[in-house]
């Protein structure tokens, strides 16, 4: 019996070395990358597209047929109708806007609730946790962090605090009582900020709606789900949202948001392990921008920073905020890519450049006086970038669909990204339509 079960361990282990690798998708910056657009251009290549991290406060906008979709919570290959969409442990859920975009997609036709799978371990917002970041964050007067305000940072606060509720609880006969246990403690915490006790019951009625609702989804062990797809020798991508350097361990905290959004993340957000990562996708702007409070070396505060605010149309997908610009950051580029292991680089956002004569990177910085090539540990550090400048191609490249058609100063721009960091860029964004995509090598 003991070496009949020997033999099956040995099996076991000899088939999981066979399957399929888990690739991964994640965003190198402040956010804002462009990943939603990616995800949706590869997806064709994967049968499960999954979400491992991040809420509501993500906004990945695709756009194709001259239309422009975002989504906050659904992953991205929801638009192909053969691919499954996991939404992940590691993401908190909010009802409300989960089954807003369930809705909004069937209307276009699209089947949401036929592709898409939840895992019973994703956490759940509840409108008392809005309320909480709302307090929260108002409470921090000038040092706000620049919250989204949709109850992401307190609902990982009850996660690591224990006293969540979860996508699961809600099958269970005693829900209601556990939201309401949870419910008044979050009252509580919420008169030590002084501000009001009482919920919105309108909001509260709607999120009830939402739960209904979400118990005709798909609710899975995701798990389990993750290994029987590599194990089935189907092609999964997980979807990161936000950007590394807003990681909570690795990026620039306080002004982080609340949960890992570098590639490890995937691993604790689908409960996939560490061996199972294949391809690591790493995705970055043409330049930089940042939505909310922290530290940002390349902003511009002058007309150029201006200029690329209008050119990219650097709004923010979620909350609509504009985003702060700035030239390329290598030295935060080359640290996002060293704490991901990126295996290939993708930049979006080229043609947004096309009108500057000249285009300007960080290679260094001086911080405090002194020379670097590393980011400092402190974000209050006075840090000056030390430039390198580019010729612009001062050129449309929106038609563009092969590298043979980019102009040599773009390639020349492209060339030195790849010596700094060691790593092939192998896609390049030209405009925001799922075509104006270029794969180099190809």
Known sequence: MLQTRRHELRLRHNNNLKMNKIDVLLGLQWGDEGKGKVVDALTQRYQVVARFQGGANAGHSLEFNGIKHVLHLIPSGIFHPSTTNII?????V?????????????QMGINASQTLHISKKAHL???????????SEAAKGKDKIGSTLKGIGPTYMDKTGRNGLRVGD???PDFDQLYQQLKARHQAQLEQYGASTTIDTAD??????????????TLIDSEYAMQQHLADGQRVLAEGAQGSLLDIDFGSYPFVTSSNTVCAGACTGLGVAPNRIGEVYGIFKAYCTRVGAGPFPTELFDSTGEQLRTIGAEFGATTGRPRRCGWLDMVALRYAIMVNGVTQLIMTKADVLDTFATIRVATAYR???QLTDQLPYSTDAHIEPVYREFEGWQASIANARSE?????????????????????VRIISVGP???????RGE
């Not at 992940?88 to 908190?92: I, M, P, R, S």
């Not at 909010?94 to 069937?106: H, K, N, R, S």
């Not at 058609?405 to 960091?421: A, G, H, S, W």
């Open 94 to 106: 909010d009802p409300i806007v989960l089954i807003q975009e369930v809705e909004a997609l069937e």
């Open 404 to 424: 043979a058609e980019l102009p040599k100063q773009l390639m020349d721009y492209v060339r030195f990204i790849e010596e700094q960091t060691g790593v092939p």
């Open 433 to 439: 339509d799922r075509n104006a995509t270029i794969v």
């Open 125 to 135: 917002i509840l409108p008392s946790h809005r309320a909480l970041d709302a307090a």
């Open 367 to 369: 911080v405090d006086g």
């Open 170 to 172: 809600i099958l269970r």
């Open 88 to 92: 992940g442990n590691g993401v908190v």
């Open 204 to 217: 509260e009625a709607q999120w009830m709606a939402a739960i209904a609702r979400m118990r005709k989804l």
